[in-house]
């Protein structure tokens, strides 16, 4: 069995085929698995056959760097469970990964100057940043928010005046699929209406520096 990807971020959700020798034929009216079992993390995902000898399945997201043993398993009503093939996947932490961990602890700790300060550790500049707007979603999506977060900041934790927030920040650097995720986050909506400490709404501060294309589908 032939993998596509043997790599993928902690987050998953890439696209992974696998291809079997032509002497193999992978049956229509089966059901097929890719089952991945690390260390403290096992996970079943639904492969579907696209071709007579290949299965198509999305990785799941892991919480753990380390390689994986993935099997694939034939399903077939009267029989017993085959395992048609192995092979191994290793998760890894990419850069992604560490910048959505890093907005994530920093989400009460932000000012005006954040947007140029927090890419300075990953030698990133803000015009690379919309490649990364997906993965940056996906990353943050997969990790677990502390008790008490909001974009805002940690809800347990009075706000006396006017801050920079994540959303702020999202915006400052054009990202809409982020921007549009952590609308959707606790203290989300509160966040796209609070002014920063220069008295800029996050929709102000998107507009001042050009993101009129962010704009526009912010207020679709």
Not at 204 to 219: N, P, S, W
Request: charged residues 15%.
């Amino acid at each position: 069995m032939e993998l596509s990807c043997t790599e993928v971020p902690l987050y998953g959700q890439m696209t992974v085929y696998s291809k079997f020798g032509k002497n193999v034929y992978l049956p229509k009216d089966a059901e097929f698995y890719f089952i991945y079992n690390g260390s403290h993390q096992r996970h079943i995902a639904i492969a579907e056959r696209i071709e007579d000898n290949i299965l198509q399945s999305t990785i799941p997201g892991h919480r753990h760097q380390e390689t994986v043993m993935l099997s694939v398993c034939l399903c077939s009503e009267g029989y017993s469970p085959v395992t048609m093939g192995s092979g191994s996947v290793t998760y890894v932490d990419n850069m992604a990964c560490r910048l959505a961990r890093l907005l994530l602890t920093q989400a009460d700790r932000l000012t005006t100057c954040s947007h140029q300060t927090l890419l300075t550790p990953f030698a990133l500049t803000a015009e690379a940043l919309p490649a990364l707007d997906e993965e940056l979603v996906l990353a943050m999506a997969h990790l677990e928010l502390p008790l008490g977060w909001t974009v805002l900041g940690n809800s347990s934790l009075e706000v006396s005046q006017p801050r920079e927030s994540l959303l702020h920040l999202a915006m400052r650097w054009g990202l809409v699929k982020l921007s549009q995720f952590l609308l959707c986050l606790p203290g989300g909506q509160q966040a796209f209406t609070s002014p920063n400490e220069e008295g800029a709404t996050p929709l102000d501060v998107a507009l001042q520096v050009g993101h009129f294309k962010l704009v526009e589908e912010i207020t679709k």
